[in-house]
T-cell receptor, first 117, second 111 residues
């Protein structure tokens, strides 16, 4: 199956710093990438949907100025957590979709665990 | 709303069958999915079912869909310790492309 990688797999940073997470589709072109966040013992919640070459669409309650998403190519999307605070500590997971309609399969990355001290 | 609900925890003995249940809200969802998440890892697609099907079997996995009751279940036959994980059901609601996940069911398999 298709492979999605994320980098880094985990990161620890100080409060107030910015962290960039990369999501790459390795063997397919992802016309759309989705960013999810998962707090401990909770389900995945969609943060935003990004299409290559256009602005991301954010879910209600997700600050677009805090979580910057760039989808510059069909194989790379980045999520930057700006001025991170301890409450941003979470597991961030991306997925790539091929844009083939209702039956498309989304391929998930392994996730990035962020800890903000 | 777009709530997908699951029971939180299931414990079975190795070799028994496991049945994980899920209820969803959007009757127009074309596909319904089951994902597996092992500790500290991302999500693995286990199987999915098209909404015009009642059942789908894939090796040890059997998915049952009751559209009338908006109920989805995943049966794992001959459950092994390696099946211990969190299982999420998910749907793609009408008009959206992102998945809406259930709360997840933690399956614990005891030797």
């Amino acid at each position: 199956g298709a492979v999605v990688s994320q980098h880094p797999s985990w990161v620890i940073c100080k409060s107030g710093t910015s962290v960039k997470i990369e999501c790459r589709s390795l063997d397919f072109q992802a016309t759309t990438m989705f960013w999810y966040r998962q707090f401990p013992k909770q389900s995945l919640m969609l943060m935003a949907t990004s299409n290559e070459g256009s602005k991301a669409t954010y879910e209600q309650g997700v600050e677009k100025d805090k979580f910057l998403i760039n989808h510059a190519s069909l194989t790379l999307s980045t999520l930057t957590v700006t001025s991170a605070h301890p409450e941003d500590s979470s597991f961030y997971i991306c997925s790539g979709g091929t844009g083939q309609g209702a039956g498309e399969t989304q391929y998930f990355g392994p996730g990035t665990r962020l800890l903000v001290l | 709303g777009e709530d997908v609900e699951q029971s939180l925890f299931l414990s079975v003995r190795e070799g028994d069958s496991s049945v994980i249940n899920c209820t969803y809200t959007d009757s127009s969802s074309t596909y319904l999915y089951w994902y597996k998440q092992e500790p500290g890892a991302g999500l693995q697609l286990l199987t999915y079912i098209f909404s015009n099907m009642d059942m789908k079997q894939d090796q040890r996995l059997t998915v049952l869909l009751n559209k009338k009751d908006k109920h989805l279940s995943l049966r794992i036959a001959d459950t092994q310790t390696g099946d211990s994980a969190i299982y999420f059901c998910a749907e793609i609601p009408t008009g959206r492309r992102a998945l809406t996940f259930g709360s997840g069911t933690r399956l614990q398999v005891q030797p």
